[in-house]
């Protein structure tokens, strides 16, 4: 609800022939000859606080708004393995331990971002919740866990906005698939409400607060997004495992089973886009149409080839270039 106010009050008989009044929207000429001219103020919203404690949470959106709930995951033991966070949790650690830098640069409210990218499936999401695991035993951090596709920054910005912090001095809040997980042919703009909130202009963060991003495709990003100190600060690559990597992945994957035809054959740099959820899937396609893991192998080769020459296509008759300017 909002409310009006005078904003001017002029008798027209006491006004010079070819006075300018300013302009409004509001107006009127009382039945004594005042002009009258109204301004019309938004009443200051009551924000009610949202309690914010320590733990895992999944941002949700409902009918009646915006809320968290408790969520966790299942540590996969490749990740322990295979998957190296060491990179991410130093970053991380080195934030958390010296917010006096931020208050020295007169930083009020401390916020660092981090965005991993690389391909699908090699491990980005699992690497930012193993990190965020470790985070949470202190009982004072709270981990929010954003899927940008379901719901948009303007929206997540209020959330914040209205939270109140119980027991909590620290966030790590982790966007998943900014931008979406399938980017290959559109550029992604980067939106003000994104920027704003990264930015911190509204203080929606009131407390030190490290951002975990994942993207599968930061080339499609505006330059503003990616390559601007204070939205992002830091970019990790997360790769597809090289040829070793991909032969201890297979020999975890099988467990007792001995293949050492197959494990040979990973190592060939042919399979070089092969991430940990394709040897997964070699296996389990193996088994399921009792084919060879061998034959399951070239047979997901032959697919991740077909599929970037059927892209190829697409993009050459649409006239789509992956090269873009700022």
Partial sequence: MGYFTIKSKKKLS?????????ESD???????????????????????????KPGIWSMQKTMVG??????????????????????????????????????????????????????????KTSSALKVAKDYIVDGKT???????????????????????YVGVDKIILIMEDIGGAEMDQVRVKSTSSLLSLLDNQEKAFKIATFILATTNHPENFLGSLTNRPGRFDDKVEVGFPDGKARRKLLEFFLGDVKNDEALNLIEDKKYAEFSPAHLKEAIIRGDLYDLKLTDAIN?????????????????????ISTD???
């Fill in 66 to 123: 915006m809320k968290l709930e408790p969520t966790s995951f299942t540590e996969d033991k490749i990740l322990s393995e295979f998957i190296h966070t060491q990179n991410i949790s130093d970053k991380i650690n080195c934030f958390f331990t010296r917010l006096h830098i931020y208050k020295k640069h007169g930083i009020e409210v401390p916020k660092r971002a981090l965005l991993m990218y690389g391909p699908p499936g090699t491990g």
């Fill in 299 to 319: 047979q997901i080769q032959k697919e991740i080839d077909l599929f970037k020459k059927s892209f190829e296509k697409t993009k050459t008759k649409l006239g």
């Fill in 324 to 326: 873009y300017d700022d």
């Fill in 14 to 22: 006491d006004l010079p022939v070819g006075e300018k009044i300013d």
């Fill in 142 to 164: 709270a981990c929010l866990m954003w899927q940008t596709d379901k719901i948009d920054p303007y929206e997540v910005k209020d959330f914040f906005k209205s939270f109140e």
């Fill in 26 to 52: 509001f107006a009127s000429i009382t039945p004594d000859g005042t002009f009258v001219q109204l301004e019309y103020k938004e009443e200051d919203e009551k924000i009610e606080p949202y309690k914010v």
